[in-house]
């Protein structure tokens, strides 16, 4: 594997990081669902064609991609340092700092904070609120939290739309792409105690009927739990970006703040966020400006809460920094631009990636917190067909078709040291016959004489079922019958002669470079004429 | 001008009649092609399934194969394996620690064209019609493949050349930029899904009543026609799905040597 030991252990991700089936077999249930596809379509069919027009007003949104990248990069190069530039200036500024190597120890720190925050009520229990967070889903907080009797309550309506309909969320941004207004007018109905029973399915109405129910929820809960969307190392401020202004009153309302951010959303200064406000609001909602941005910098006396926490998550982060390819996986700044330009997302939806990080990001970012070889995760890098629409909408460049290959060379790589005598997959044999194949001119074209055989055998209209892994292809689809002779073999009894005189001709000039590097002679040019100067052409011409 | 042909693998063995248009349509303009024999395929194949050291003597045939050949340029009739000389041969090479190797496939790379890009940017071909005395009177719906379009940046230039061929109409299927589904080992590995993305791209296609389906990528092309021809051997009764044809082939044709659209050519949904 290509990791680099960067001076500190690193710790494999737990959480909701793992695929509950292999892709594929939660893809095909997933495609059966006819209602998921139409809401998904459409929902992403919107947002693609808002983000585009909002990235086609700017003329340096390239420039601005690179910047993005850049400052991402100097971030993660000087990760250990600004963390604690990070710590000394939160700490500074009245607010605690907390460690967290992964999910365990994360829920663990929260818990122990609200217990020692919130009050608890007549059933014994107590009470959050939470603004939506990538984060604490990915540590399964919620789930612990309960467990240890306290209630988390979501207050971003998409996520609360999932949380009383006991779903899970399907995309980063929009938890519940994958259901429509009707839907949602019934899980209110169902969920909420104070929903009207003549609730209609206009958005308006819905958001109105979300906005009494958590109001109440505001104005008394003491303890709120964020994420943020950037940390900046030189102030101790944080962030969170959203666009209801609930995330705002979870922030400014509540007695104690406890966010969780992952490691990698630090910036340096707060000058750096001029990229990023412009960057993300486009990718993600496909909006100019984002609608709320709340900054917080600690403690201030008689505004806001009065114990502000910062839980610093690591969760297999430093094992995705310690690869030297996989590192750029932690720019994201989970805008979402990836899975809505994606086409097998757009499909399969969410909940068939099983981690808390769907679509094309999903794909590499979970093997890389968890490590390539668990197992769970080992068909994730293959649930792309490698079309390359998620690198060109990422607003921080990280190249993930290709981060996607080198991903299944690793899983590759650790079968093969793990079950080297296991039998080997059609695929894979079909494979190391065609490397031998296809490493030579001459083995192909002794293969492709053998084509017109196949053509023999092959009805004229083409090939319509097959054996084997081929089965699945041509399910559905028919393959051409061979050619009669290959283009090699045609042109070779069109060019026998030239191809000699080339051949002859190659082969010399080989000789002649080796033989120059034996001799220790200086190079002659490679190819074509020397250039000559302006005088001998003259002299020649006359 | 020297240009040496790479093929590629799939047109080689499957569709040479694509090779021989690029060769044609290269010696009209008055250019020597050659063929370099070692060549083979550029290893996407084994790449994109992870299979980097089985990559690593496919990649190092292909540089073999060319830098040793006199040419000015190297063409490709695909999207798909030009990107790959550029942006995966060298990884692949510094996969396996040969550095040296990962420096002379950027050369090759560098000196290696996709044709659209070869004949718009190089050789100034700006009406196929007029340059190339291009015929072939059909509404095309023009498919451009995802490498060619996302790391080539190819952007119009398959689709412009369609537009300057006497009598062809060019047209866009609805979401014309979304994946037909192949991805090479994702067909395999997710038929399924595979099969999602193929059945959109089918419809999108015949909605659009055009007689062929052009493109500049053998492979999807032959994935579309598939689908294309499978979607007609279930339905029979509803009209002839478009043949899938590489713009290559379209760009050859003339008024003296037409290419037909005889339905006897088509194999698999795809021209022969
Ligand atoms: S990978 Fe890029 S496009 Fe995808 S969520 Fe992260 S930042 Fe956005």
Redesign the pocket.
């Known amino acids: 594997m290509s990791t680099t030991f960067i001076g500190m252990p690193t710790v494999p991700g737990t959480g909701n990081l793992f695929e509950r089936a292999p892709f594929p077999q939660v893809a095909q249930h997933e495609l059966g669902n006819v209602q998921l596809r139409t809401n998904l379509t459409k929902a992403t069919t919107a947002i693609r064609t808002k983000r585009a027009a909002r990235v086609a007003e700017l003329g340096d949104w390239e420039d601005l991609r690179d910047s993005g990248a850049a400052a991402k990069d100097v971030v993660l190069a000087r990760l250990p340092e600004l963390l604690t530039q990070f710590e000394a200036a939160f700490t500074a500024a009245g607010g605690t700092v907390h460690w967290a190597r992964d999910a365990q120890e994360a829920n663990a720190i929260v818990r122990g904070l609200v217990e020692d925050s919130a009050p608890l009520n007549e059933d014994g229990r107590r009470e959050v609120i939470k603004v939506k967070s990538m984060a604490t889903q990915e540590i399964g907080l919620n789930e612990y939290l309960e467990d240890h009797d306290i209630d988390a309550y979501e207050t971003d309506l998409a996520e609360l739309i999932v949380q009383l309909g006991h779903d899970k969320p399907s995309h ?1 941004l929009v938890p519940a792409i994958h259901r429509n207004r009707h839907e949602i007018r019934q899980i209110f109905l169902r969920g909420m105690e104070d929903a009207d029973p003549n609730l209609g399915t206009e958005p308006r109405e819905l958001a109105e009927a979300s906005r009494k129910h958590l109001r109440k929820k505001f104005l008394t809960t003491k303890v709120a739990i964020s994420g943020a969307n950037f940390g900046i190392a030189e102030t101790g401020t944080l962030s969170v970006v959203e666009s209801e202004g609930n995330g705002r009153m979870c922030v400014t309302l509540p007695e104690t703040l406890i966010t969780v951010m992952g490691i990698e959303k630090l910036l340096p200064t707060i000058d750096d966020l001029g990229v990023f406000m412009q960057l993300l609001p486009r ?2 909602t496909g909006e100019r400006m984002n609608p709320y941005s709340s900054f917080w910098t600690g403690v201030t006396p008689g505004d806001g809460p009065r114990n502000v926490h910062v839980v610093l998550l690591d969760n297999g982060r430093t094992r995705a920094l310690a690869d030297q390819h996989g590192r750029q ?1 932690l ?9 809505n330009v994606c086409p097998v997302y757009e499909r399969t939806g969410g909940h068939a990636y099983g981690s808390v990080y769907p ?3 999903g794909a590499i ?1 979970t093997p890389l917190l968890t490590g390539t070889d668990a197992e769970e995760n080992s068909t994730l890098p293959y649930a792309s067909s490698l079309c390359g629409a ?1 690198f060109d ?4 460049k ?1 190249d ?1 078709p290709q981060m996607l290959v080198r991903l299944r060379n690793e899983g590759n790589v650790v079968k093969e040291s793990e079950h080297g005598r296991l039998p080997k997959t059609q695929l894979d044999v079909a494979l190391t016959g065609a490397s031998w194949l296809m490493s030579d001119g001459r083995r192909m074209a002794l293969m492709e004489k053998g084509l017109p055989l196949a053509k023999l055998l092959s009805p004229k209209a083409g090939i319509r079922s097959l054996p084997g892994i081929a089965g699945a292809w041509t399910s559905s689809r028919t393959i051409p019958r061979p050619p009669r002779q290959s283009f090699r073999s045609w042109w070779s009894a069109e060019h026998r002669e030239e191809a000699r005189e080339e051949r002859r001709e190659a082969r010399d000039r080989a000789q002649f470079r080796r033989f120059e590097a034996r001799s220790g002679a200086e190079p002659a040019p490679e190819a074509g004429p020397a250039p000559r100067s302006e005088n001998q052409h003259e002299t020649k011409e006359s | 001008m020297r240009i040496a042909l790479f093929a590629t693998c799939i047109v080689d063995a499957m569709y040479p009649e694509v090779a021989k248009a690029t060769v044609s349509i290269l010696e009209r303009l008055g250019h020597t092609v050659t063929f370099p024999e070692r060549q083979a395929c550029c290893g996407q194949m084994h790449i994109n399934s992870g299979k980097f050291a089985q990559a690593y003597p496919v990649v190092k045939n292909h540089v073999e194969a060319f830098e040793d050949a006199d040419f000015d340029y190297a063409v490709a009739p695909s999207g798909s394996c030009v990107a790959s000389l550029g942006h995966q041969h060298p990884m692949i090479a510094e996969y396996m620690g040969d550095e040296d190797l990962a420096s002379r496939a950027t050369q090759v790379a560098g000196r290696t064209y996709e044709l659209s890009q070869l004949l718009t940017d190089v050789l100034g071909v700006t009406d196929a019609a007029a340059q190339l005395g291009s015929y072939f009177p059909h509404t095309i719906a023009y498919h451009p493949s995802c490498h060619g379009m996302r790391l080539l940046r190819l952007g119009d230039r398959q689709s412009d050349l369609l537009q300057t061929v006497e009598g062809a109409v060019v047209v866009s299927p609805e979401n014309w930029d979304a994946c037909c589904g192949f991805g090479g080992t994702f067909s395999v590995k997710n038929p399924q899904v595979s099969t999602a993305m193929l059945t959109d791209k089918v419809e999108a296609l015949i909605n659009t009543g055009a007689s062929v389906c052009s493109g500049g990528d053998a492979s999807c092309l032959m994935h579309i026609g598939g689908g294309l021809q499978r979607r007609h051997e279930l339905l029979p009764a509803q009209a002839t799905p478009p043949a899938t044809v590489h713009f290559a082939r379209v760009l050859a044709a003339t008024r003296e040597h037409p290419l037909i659209l005889n339905e006897e050519l088509v194999s698999g949904g795809a021209l022969r």
């Open positions: 980063i990718s993600s996986a720019r994201c700044i989970r805008c979402s631009a990836c899975m679509g094309p990001i970012l998620c909408a990422c607003p921080v990280i993930i």
